[in-house]
């Protein structure tokens, strides 16, 4: 590991060029450019790499030529597209393309990361650990990625299945209570006229109402695509109690531990804020980082270019002065990014322990509230025609 995990090396220019190549695919062939765009749809995920990078890392360690050993797991691809991708990857090496060159063919695929770390262990020759390295940190976001969409979707679910249940009950069963009280509207109390009100309205209006939450549903669908759609949603992920703690962690686990990979892998700081920049996952993180690295572009240290008021936390930027004080960097952000990976995930613990007791309340709730809506008006007639006995 210590061909990878060196700090201080010279500028990677295998690196610069691979950059290069990422920043003029807008010259590529127009087929290869289409590809690029349609595989995030129905191309490769992100566990099609995994598989890919960790499969060559065991091959690459064993001895196999990499043009090989890329043919011998391209033809076992299931998928077309990323077939097809590796195969070519194959074809490029063969013509002298290097590795990383040849990666940065696929931009949208495999991402600037990754290509520079391959372009640096090209440099350092140190390919097969490089790519177990990777293999890591992919099952690391991978793994991450799952449990927060997790811990957001499930919430969403269960609020779903509240609206369907409660809608059900307003919609079917209230109406047959209520036909019970037809001709003695003025003689029911408040909750029940609400409940009758809103109950009416659903039943009388049933397709304006699936045509608006449909029109909201997709309108802002369409929103958080644009550019100030996007900001205030990411805004907002940083704002709301608990997710802010989630999406905090997230962020930081995700840009710090990149930074930490690059550094240790010896591609130049300023390329290395760029990438962490463009995978941290949120504009205003992303903004961040960009000033970042604005500022030690003129000459300032890293620790020293973070606002007053940064989105990293004061120890973590005390951890970064730290490192670059001692010259080990690389090794403190990778350090601080696990540490962040584990209040993640006790995050994630607490969120989804809390969620299911919360929503069963709510749901109690709003059921109640509609049983009590057509118990009272019972009760109340009960007790009149006992009175006038």
């Not at 490769?44 to 064993?62: E, G, H």
């Not at 070519?88 to 990754?114: H, N, T, W």
């Not at 962490?276 to 980082?289: F, I, P, R």
């Not at 300032?300 to 080990?328: N, V, W």
């Amino acid at each position: 590991m210590t061909a990878v995990m060196t700090a201080q090396r010279p500028p990677v220019q295998q690196s610069r060029g691979a950059s290069s190549a990422v920043r003029s695919t807008g010259q590529q062939q127009t087929t290869l450019k289409r590809l690029s765009e349609f595989s995030l749809e129905l191309g490769p995920s992100l566990k099609d790499v995994l598989n890919f990078t960790n499969q060559l890392s065991v091959m690459v360690k064993a001895g196999i030529a990499l043009p090989e050993a890329i043919e011998a797991i391209g033809l076992q691809i299931e998928n077309k597209k990323f077939r097809k991708i590796i195969l070519d990857l194959k074809s490029r090496i063969e013509s002298g393309e290097s590795f990383s060159q040849a990666l940065a063919r696929y931009p949208k695929v495999f991402g600037r990361l990754y290509i520079n770390m391959i372009a640096a262990a090209e440099l350092s020759g140190s390919l097969s650990l490089m790519l177990r390295k990777i293999t890591e940190y992919l099952d690391q976001e991978i793994q991450t990625r799952s449990q927060v969409i997790g811990a957001m979707i499930y919430p969403g679910i269960i609020a779903v299945m509240a609206v369907t249940c409660t809608t059900f009950l307003l919609v079917f069963v209230l109406p047959r209570f209520t036909a019970l009280f037809a001709g003695k509207e003025a003689m029911l109390p408040k909750p029940t006229i609400i409940i009758m009100a809103i109950s009416g309205f659903l039943r009388g209006n049933w397709m304006y109402v699936l045509i608006g939450v449909a029109v909201v549903v997709f309108g802002l669908g369409a929103y958080i695509k644009t550019t100030t759609g996007r900001f205030w949603l990411d805004k907002i992920k940083l704002v709301v109690p608990v997710m802010k703690t989630l999406c905090n962690s997230l962020y930081i686990t995700r840009s710090l531990g990149a930074m930490g990979i690059l550094t240790n892998a010896g591609v130049p700081i300023l390329e290395t804020l760029e990438i962490t920049a463009e995978v941290s996952g949120n504009v205003h993180y992303k903004k961040m980082w960009r000033d970042v690295y604005n500022s030690v572009k003129q000459g300032r240290r890293i620790a020293q270019s973070f606002s007053a008021k940064p989105l990293l936390p004061i120890s973590a930027i005390q951890m970064i002065r730290s490192g670059e004080d001692s010259g080990t960097l690389g090794q403190v952000l990778e350090d601080v990014s696990e540490f962040y990976q584990r209040q993640l995930k006790a995050t994630i613990k607490i969120v989804t322990a809390m969620i299911e007791p919360l929503m069963i309340i709510v749901m109690g709730f709003l059921v109640g509230f509609i049983a009590m809506a057509v118990i009272l008006p019972i009760f109340k007639m009960s007790a009149i025609a006992s009175g006038r006995h």
